[in-house]
């Protein structure tokens, strides 16, 4: 046998027993199930985007039922009864079909949602499938701004800048990445990735650290990192998807996953934007299903078109965990999804997931790291 191939052999074992490691690493359980009054209704209400807000105290959902629905998190996962029955833990989840503390009507059907970093978690961003922007003041529940950078056409993404003064950015189907100052002004920048030939922008991202970066994810089947201080060329560009780029996360200061509709999440070093790896098992080849990343944790959440949630640890190719998306409403549709996901940031050894569904359901699940063995 030739020495070199028995050493990868040996490596390829050394890898699967490490993942099988983190196979084991964590226990995750639903802990809370919240369904909307439009299960089983004629209007679609489709959960198009989840977010948390940066106190992590507040939980708001928005799609196709043109509603800004807004949950409070403490609520939703303290309010369950938690027994151990013969050594087994058991939650009892509490009817939360009526959690929504209230919801605000939107003109359009929504795309995303963003809260504004200096607002104190007042003041939320929406892009709507109009082409248009707008800013909602959550105490007073009203739209209190709207900007139309886009000509009419589709918004996919919003994002704010981590930096003062702030700035915004949205992604659409006209090619662009709009950079616009939030104090009221139009566009100050544009982000052009295709050149001349344009391809429609789904995903837009600031580093989450505050760093100058913009991540963009493209119609192109590419994905672009801009410095926000020289915006004219993109620092790295990230070639490796065989379709649509829906999603672009920063996992750290070094590393960025994206996700695409060839069914695949490819984890890349900035540096010198080479793909480190490639996490498949999720089924994504029309729909956006979502994308999170749990930075504190090495975690990473999508959807999938199986009706599924997958989480994958960012250090191996296939999932860790898998749970189907069953609901409380009727009869189960072949064509349900898993349309989005959102990680509560804070934690280290206790993780908190959220879902959602084509059919409306929010879904919260609980992860725990096992204790290691003494």
Known sequence: MDPSTSSERREDDDEEEEQEKALCEWNFHLSTLVATTAVNAAVSDTLGVIEIDPSEQILATAGIARKIRIYSLRSLVGENVINFID????TTKLDHSNACEYY???PAKLSSLRWRPDSSGRVMGAGDYDGVVTEYDLERRTAIFERDEHSGRRVWGVDYSK?????????SDDGTAQIWDTRGSGSVATICPGGAQPSPVCCVEFDPAGGPMIAVGSADRKAYVYDARKMATPVAVFSGHRKTVTYARFVSG???VSASTDGCLKQWRLLDARAVR???GHVN?????GLSAWRSGGLLACGSETNE????DKRWGQPIWVRHFKHSGGPECEQEFVSSVCWKQAGEEDCTLVAGGSDGVLQIFVGRKKPIPK
């Open 87 to 90: 050594g087994i833990r058991v």
């Open 104 to 106: 605000i009507c939107t």
């Open 163 to 171: 930096w003062s003064p702030v700035v915004g950015a949205s992604g």
């Open 254 to 256: 070094e590393a960025m």
């Open 278 to 280: 490639t996490h498949r």
């Open 285 to 289: 080849a029309r729909r956006f299903v």
């Open 309 to 312: 949630v997958y989480v994958y």
